[in-house]
């Protein structure tokens, strides 16, 4: 995708295969920067601060910092060692896991000579098959957005996203953006409502970000607006993207997607969940299982954001001595969810039609 008019991605090997470059998100939308990875630790403080963020993305940088770590060590103990490391940064993305599963399998069997080079490959080659799944899911879901635009009778379609489930969190695309962007290029009109997303606002700075950079129709919300707007049939159409689906189809995805389901169910709004195939986690029976990541207290406690001056700032928003609860995701029950895109197609959320892809 676009930014300042040149095509990126947000991850890519430098040159001579030692580093990696991220597009750093934690000074998004306000400086648009570049940061070298260069060994294991780089790649898991990366995750864990969340430079890099979105489930597919942080698997792909997983997989590209077992890469870097195979550059140092590439003994059984230190492929079994930069898992570790990389396992522990963040719990709820299950990406994580399939990526570090996937590269971790491959180097297993070849001899320690061979993992360095083939390491990289590998990653490459995994960040290659993101973009290709969310090519997929764009058209996938492109043929939704055809049909609920056609009952707009040429006024704008009116999309509501949670998060950012965009290209910046994915090698590129998007999940719940790929449809949108596909819709654009197709030339069907819409409009998108961005949920502002408190407390890291990763769709203030984000999404807002993106479909900016992208020429796309939008306006910033607040987390509290979107079930006015749908009660009052602003909303066509709900699209959010998951950082792990059960096998009976609940899906878990950043706090306050919950609230957007219920509220889009009370509303006859339809409600879809866009997420790789690799987004799934069929040993976890229902969402109950799934980990939630509990946040620190100051991100709800404080905001940061650009003064007029052009400073980066962060400020108390609540009183001193006022302690914070930050659960950084919450499970949409699959009884609330209209179908699931992936790039294998558009699946009810349920476990009989979910086995097909398990
Ligand atoms: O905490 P984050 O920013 O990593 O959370 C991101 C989300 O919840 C996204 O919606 C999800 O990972 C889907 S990304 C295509």
Redesign the pocket.
């Known amino acids: 995708m676009l930014i300042a008019g040149e095509k990126r991605t947000t991850i890519w090997p430098d040159a001579d295969g030692n580093g990696v470059f991220i597009i750093d998100q934690t000074r998004l939308p306000h400086r648009i920067e570049t940061v070298l990875l260069r060994n294991l630790d780089d790649a898991a403080r990366a995750i864990k601060d969340?430079l890099v963020?979105?489930?597919?993305l942080?698997g792909v940088t997983a997989a590209y910092g077992v890469a870097l770590a195979m550059r140092a060590d590439a003994s059984d103990d230190g492929l079994a060692r930069a898992r570790e490391v990389l396992r522990k940064t963040r719990p709820t993305?299950v990406n994580l896991a399939w990526a570090l599963e996937q590269i971790g399998q491959f180097l297993a069997q070849m001899p320690e000579e061979l993992r360095r080079d083939s390491a990289m490959t590998f990653a490459k080659h995994l960040a290659e098959k993101d973009i290709a799944c969310n090519s997929a899911i764009g058209d996938n879901g492109l043929a939704i957005l055809r049909t609920l635009a056609e009952k707009r009778e040429g006024k704008p379609l009116r999309i509501l996203t949670h998060?950012?489930?965009g290209w910046l969190?994915?090698v590129d695309w998007?999940?719940?953006t790929a449809p949108i962007y596909k819709a654009q290029a197709a030339g069907i009109p819409l409009h998108v409502f961005v949920d502002e997303t408190r407390p890291?606002n990763?769709g203030a700075f984000l999404t807002a970000f993106e479909l900016g950079q992208q020429g796309v129709s939008h306006e910033l919300i607040v987390d509290n607006a979107g079930g006015h707007l749908m009660q009052h049939g602003e909303v066509d159409v709900c699209i959010?993207?998951?950082?792990r689906i059960a096998a009976n189809g609940d899906a878990c995805?950043?706090i306050g997607t919950y609230l957007k389901a219920l509220a889009a169910k009370d509303n006859g709004v339809p409600f879809y969940v866009a997420a790789p195939v690799s987004t799934f986690d069929f040993a976890l029976a229902s969402g109950s299982l799934i980990p939630i990541e509990e946040r620190a207290q100051d991100e709800v406690t404080h905001m940061s954001g650009e003064a007029d001056s052009g400073e980066l700032v962060t400020v108390r928003i609540a009183p001193k001595t006022t302690p914070a609860k930050n659960p950084?995701?919450d499970v949409t029950p699959a009884r609330l969810v209209t179908g699931i895109i992936t790039e294998k197609g558009v699946f009810a959320a349920d476990a009989q039609a979910l086995a097909a892809l398990s």
């Open positions: 969340m963020r979105g489930a597919p942080i993305a998060c950012n489930a969190a994915t998007g999940t719940a890291r990763q959010v993207g998951a950082d995805n950043k950084g995701f």
